[in-house]
């Protein structure tokens, strides 16, 4: 691998696209400007990003900044070194995916129609002759995206297995997708693991929330990122998916079916109605859903102004894992525990005992007290202890591995001889 020091990023968020050789191709839309992140968030998940670019890109953005955003030289046209084979020609060492990102409608139109004149196209032409992955994420003005030829030409490459992502209709323009969204739908084109795919699993994440008035609420530091990295995991390995979510603040990808809730009921009440209405093979309770509600929320806002001090009486809110078990017993259920700076036997303890009054089949335990573990962080640390108390720990690590961590040992005890199929 060739040195540059722009690829310190290389695997900080994950390695779920580790060894994954990507070439981004980018054509002459103003959604260039986006190439630089697209790219280091690919390579922040361990991959290694190839830039190609049209006459038409460089005259919206400088190669010399996707070759700082890569840490690879940008081909910029074809010369007697064949760039377009040596990335993507049938052999051992080609690209993984190829990324067309954003394309112009030009662009579009030229590789459904086999023509090949920039190193974009080549490249494009290339890997359908080569069996390479191909996703395009379009980025135009509305009006040239509802053109009756392009939208057959879309459609001719969807047929050809083309994956098309976007674009996001908005002020009038078909906008390039969010980042986001691109580096998730190359991370599930990647990964090979479908050990998911035809399971229906239920994710509870984020806070929720208890009023004292029309304002104000208890509730905790929650920020949903463990959850929504356990649907992210859980949609990647092809799960269909549905996330009933408080008031988190970790965005949730696409392709998730969400039900939004603010109370400690209404998230029981939302998992519980899904529960009756489908049969989940796996629910995952990673909410932080608050404990405690003011026996009585005062129904107008208590002004400091009148009132010098009150006292607010708590009582315990529903539990929500111990519903599921009740409404659907054979749905695996993973549980999850937050404790504060105990001892790790203590730790365990606590959790094995959860475990059993909720009847879950494995249960998740972090210390949030730790730094970098829990409530907020981009880390965490877990102990999963199973019904027969058998302990795994999961060193600190981001939560994308740690949901991925926690799926494998939840699909090993859902399907003990399934063999892992790749796409
Ligand atoms: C500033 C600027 C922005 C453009 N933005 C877009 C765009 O978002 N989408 C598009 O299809 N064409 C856009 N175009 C037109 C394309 O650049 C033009 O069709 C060009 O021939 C595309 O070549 P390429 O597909 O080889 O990159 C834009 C042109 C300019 C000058």
Redesign the pocket.
């Known amino acids: 691998m060739q040195f540059h020091p722009s690829k310190d990023i290389l695997g900080t968020k994950s390695e779920l696209l580790k060894g994954k050789r990507i070439v981004l191709c ?6 260039a400007v986006q190439c630089p992140e697209i790219a280091r968030a690919l390579m922040r998940h361990g991959a290694e990003v190839f830039a190609v ?5 460089q ?2 953005i400088h190669p010399h900044l996707m070759e700082w955003a890569t840490g690879n030289a940008v081909i910029t046209e074809l010369t007697g070194k064949i760039e377009h084979i040596a990335l993507v020609g049938a052999r051992e060492k080609k690209a993984d995916l190829v990324l067309v990102a ?7 139109s ?1 590789i459904a129609c086999g023509i090949d ?2 190193a ?2 080549s490249v494009a032409s290339t890997a359908f002759g080569s069996k390479t992955p191909l996703i395009i994420v ?4 509305e009006s ?2 509802v053109h009756p030829i392009l939208i057959e030409n879309i459609k001719r490459l969807k047929a050809l297995g083309v994956e098309f992502v976007g674009p996001r209709i908005e002020e009038g ?2 906008k ?1 997708a969010e980042t986001r969204e691109i580096v998730d739908v190359a991370i599930r084109k990647l990964t090979v693991k479908r050990d998911f795919s035809g399971l229906k699993v239920l994710v509870t994440a984020g806070p929720t929330v208890e009023h004292i008035d029309p304002v104000r609420v208890i509730s905790n530091k929650s920020s949903g990122k463990m959850g929504v990295a356990i649907v992210e995991e859980a949609l990647s390995r092809g799960a269909e998916v549905t996330l009933v979510y408080g008031l988190g603040t970790a965005s949730p990808p696409c392709g998730v079916k969400v039900l939004r809730v603010e109370t400690t009921e209404e998230m029981y009440e939302a998992v519980v109605s899904e529960l009756k209405a489908r049969k989940y093979d796996l629910v995952v309770a990673a909410a932080a859903a608050a404990d405690w509600m003011p026996v009585k929320a005062f129904s107008r806002k208590v002004s400091t102004h009148r009132i010098r001090s009150f006292s607010l009486k708590l009582k315990p809110t529903l539990k929500i894992v111990d519903a599921v078990k009740k409404v659907n017993p054979k749905t695996f259920l993973v549980a999850f525990r937050a404790e504060y700076n105990l001892p790790e036997k203590e730790l365990i303890e606590s959790a094995y005992d959860r475990l059993k009054r909720a009847e879950a089949d494995l249960i998740v335990v972090n210390d949030v007290g730790k730094e970098g573990v829990g409530f907020g962080t981009d880390t965490n640390e877990v102990f999963m202890v199973d019904t027969d108390k058998k302990v795994v720990h999961v060193p600190l690590a981001p939560k994308r591995e740690i949901a991925k961590k926690i799926l494998d040992v939840a699909i090993g005890k859902m399907k003990p001889n399934s063999l892992i199929v790749s796409e």
């Open positions: 980018i054509t002459g839309s103003v959604a670019m049209s006459p038409a890109a005259k919206i954003p394309a112009t409608a030009n662009t579009i030229k004149d920039t974009v196209t379009p980025a135009m003005h040239m995206y323009k078909a390039i």
